[in-house]
């Protein structure tokens, strides 16, 4: 009997498995596109950042249908710079439309409502209707129920959204939306509406009296590191004899590192160690880390996105060094460049006395 009840389980876990498989075939079949669907026409760029990519997304009618995609007086790009606390990091389980610092992006096309916190590439969005002064926000994946209702009014390009009723996300949603007015992209003054990532490229400056070398990645898994470090956070672990670190009052601690951004522009390592020939800065962080301007002894010698030195597994950054000094005191010095709003996670400072680090 007990022989005759595992046969049983086993054919239906095959038969199970099949009626999945073919499941999984239909599908792929069913939603194919065919070879006369896909021909080179068909063939779109690779996005160049997170918001061209996040505008080839649309609303799901959850519990109300689409509008009819037509334009809106209100349609536009819309920008506003959070001075509050930033959030840099990314975080699943923080709640949605939570007001930070740094630039958020607001796009009515047609309507698509699209938000976009450019610091840690948090987005949603919904579709929406404007009838008068009133405007209705509905379809949002984060509360599908909710219908959320503003007075909305625009002025010399900037927007201004009050909220009627909107308990959306806690009302986290209406609290953001409402907080400060929104500039039109289409005005020169509006923050954040640059491209900054595809328009600008890294530069050494030329006629430098040292060397400066860029590597990618980790220093501390190279085949030759630097002979030691100094971490960035000297709060939380001193720094080796010989070494200074110091830094703006506001740069934030993390762990080991030092986050500068807003008023906490620079951090800076001086060594008085005569033995050192190459001193460098480890920066390594997430996509979200930007620009920054590498000066040695007061001199620029690097400027350029952090983040797009190298990247592997969601990890950005690089090793930035320079050699070829007399023997002395000599200060490395980083500083946040500011006009992309976003931070520069530094890791540490590494010294090498025979000056030879490579990957």
Same mark, same amino acid.
């Given at each position: ?262 008023? /906490?522009?620079? @951090? ?5 160690? !005569? ?5 460098? =800065?480890? #920066? +390594? *962080? ?30 950005? /950054?690089?090793? @930035? ?5 007399? !023997? ?5 010095? =980083?500083? #946040? +460049? *500011? ?21």
């Amino acid at each position: 009997m007990e022989d005759d009840l595992n046969y049983k389980r086993i054919n239906l876990s095959f038969i199970l498995l099949a009626i999945i498989v073919g499941i999984f075939l239909y599908l792929t079949i069913r939603f194919e596109p065919s070879a006369s669907a896909a021909g080179a026409s068909s063939v779109k760029p690779a996005p160049t950042s997170s918001w061209i990519s996040f505008l080839e997304a649309t609303p799901f009618a959850y519990l109300t249908p689409l509008p009819e995609p037509v334009r809106t007086a209100i349609d536009g790009l819309y920008t506003k710079v959070d001075q509050s606390w930033p959030q840099w990091w990314k975080c699943l389980r923080c709640a949605d439309y939570r007001a930070a610092g740094g630039i958020w992006k607001l796009q009515f096309e047609q309507g698509v409502m699209r938000i976009f916190y450019e610091v840690n590439g948090w987005r949603n969005l919904s579709s929406y209707e404007v009838k008068g002064d009133r405007l209705y926000l509905f379809n949002d994946p984060i509360c599908p129920e909710h219908v959320g209702v503003y007075q909305w009014n625009v002025n010399d390009g900037q927007l201004s959204l009050t909220a009627l009723n909107d308990p959306c996300a806690f009302d986290l949603r209406a609290k953001n939306l409402g907080k400060q007015t929104w500039f039109n992209c289409n005005m020169e003054s509006a923050p954040g509406c640059m491209e900054h990532r595809t328009s600008q490229t890294a530069i050494i400056p030329a006629g430098l009296s040292v060397q400066v070398d860029v590597f990618g990645g980790d220093s501390r898994f190279f085949a030759s590191p630097p002979d030691f470090y100094a971490h960035a956070n000297a709060e939380d672990q001193t720094p080796p004899e010989g070494i200074q670190i110091s830094y703006a009052d506001e740069a934030i601690p993390y762990g080991l590192h030092r986050v500068i951004w807003w008023n /906490g522009e620079w @951090i800076e390592a001086r060594a008085t160690d !005569p033995s050192i020939e190459a001193m460098g =800065v480890q #920066i +390594l *962080g997430e996509q979200t880390i930007g620009w920054a301007r590498i000066l040695f002894d007061g001199e620029e010698v690097w400027r350029g996105d952090t983040a797009a030195i190298w990247e592997k597994s969601g990890r950005h /950054g690089g090793y @930035i060094q320079v050699s070829g000094f007399e !023997p002395g005191t000599h200060t490395l010095r =980083v500083e #946040i +460049l *500011g006009f992309d709003f976003r931070p520069v996670t530094v890791a540490s400072f590494g010294f090498s006395r025979s000056g030879e680090v490579h990957p």
